[in-house]
């Protein structure tokens, strides 16, 4: 195992990958590890649990199990040490319930406190995190529909992401899913795949449901065939004939699920609800230097706040193209142009 791969925690550099053949679910335990030749994070198989991942589980005593010889040595190839409370997270819902219990007050609790991101972590989350994992956990944290403060997201939010191969990646985003309502999936799927970008009308960040449907399905499955054959989400080349596994249940979901019923009624009182009981930290500004300016808009302070607002805005929406990450520029130069953009629009009031 590379070092690149290891984790302060045994368990989390393995993950339990469940596939559906025959139509059952089946399970195996995988790990992920660094592709120096293509310096990139892949998996491999670990052990094999078949369709029932419990046959590994044997009772030594009423309150005592032990794990099979032939998966504990599997693991233990794979970690380099005692494998017992690696297995009981990877195979903690096929434990029996009384050792749960048992073993529940022994887990290891997650600290209230999230750690400073190192520097290298920074620079892999700059290098590694997709725009598409980033919408997804943006909506799961805020339910937003508008998401563009995108890039506010505390880059401590993307640390259980990091040293992972795609495939892990979305295992871990499937566990999130689950937090999800019913009626969120089709609102949730709209936001992931950006699709209002593909619609010109001004309700459409708020009120999906109100816009074409066709068109709707139509973009959709674009967008869906696009991220299917991005070689940068995968970290691999990849074909187009069909569709990748873990997209699957995107397209099933959209096409079973219905935006969630609301009557303007409610969208009142729950908008005026949120504008005169939401509080929220002021957010912290970043500091922009006159070069920086000039370089991000063509022009100088003095000269940015000598145009009207009409200009400053037709001048920003340019320059925003230019430097908005969907379009290839650096998050850290958007969050400045749209600093100083907001700035001098409310200056000009």
């Given at each position: ?160 992401l990091l040293r992972k191969s795609r495939d892990e990646k979305e295992y871990y985003f499937q ?27 001004i309700y459409r960040a708020f009120m999906p449901e109100a816009l074409n449907r066709q068109r ?134």
């Open positions: 195992m590379d070092g690149a791969a290891r984790h302060v925690y045994p368990g989390e550099k393995m993950y339990l990958a469940t596939l559906r053949k025959k139509g059952r679910l089946s399970y195996t335990i995988r790990a992920s590890f660094f592709d120096k030749a293509e310096a990139v994070y892949r998996y491999r198989e670990v052990f094999d649990l078949g369709f029932d991942p419990a046959r590994y589980i044997h009772r030594l005593a009423e309150n005592a199990i032990y794990f099979d010889e032939s998966l504990e040595e599997a693991v233990a190839g794979e970690y380099g040490g005692e494998p017992t409370a690696v297995l009981e997270e990877l195979l903690w819902d096929f434990l029996p319930e009384e050792e749960r219990r048992i073993i529940g007050g022994f887990r290891r609790r997650p600290s209230g406190r999230l750690s400073a991101l190192s520097l290298e972590e920074r620079r892999e989350i700059e290098r590694t995190i997709h725009i598409f994992d980033r919408r997804r956990l943006y909506f799961i944290r805020y339910g937003a529909v508008d998401q563009s403060r995108i890039y506010r997201l505390n880059d401590k939010m993307y640390r259980p566990s999130l899913e689950k937090s999800l309502r019913p009626a969120e999936m089709k609102k949730y799927i709209f936001v992931i795949f950006n699709l209002q970008q593909n619609f010109d009308e709707m399905d139509e973009v959709f499955v674009e967008e869906l065939c696009r991220l299917n054959r991005d070689g940068g989400f995968w970290q691999t080349t990849v074909g187009d004939d069909f569709l990748h596994p873990h997209l699957r249940h995107y397209l099933i979901y959209f096409f079973d699920y219905s935006f969630e019923s609301r009557s303007f009624d409610y969208d009142f009182y729950r908008e005026f609800r949120a504008g005169h009981r939401k509080f929220s930290w002021p957010e912290k500004k970043v500091k922009v230097t006159e070069d920086e300016v000039r370089a991000l808009f063509g022009q100088t302070m003095t000269e940015l706040k000598k145009m009207s607002r009409s200009e400053l805005g037709r001048l920003f929406r340019k320059k925003a193209k230019a430097h908005h990450p969907d379009g290839g520029g650096e998050a850290a130069n958007f969050i400045k142009l749209r600093q100083v953009y907001e700035n001098l629009k409310s200056r000009s009031r």
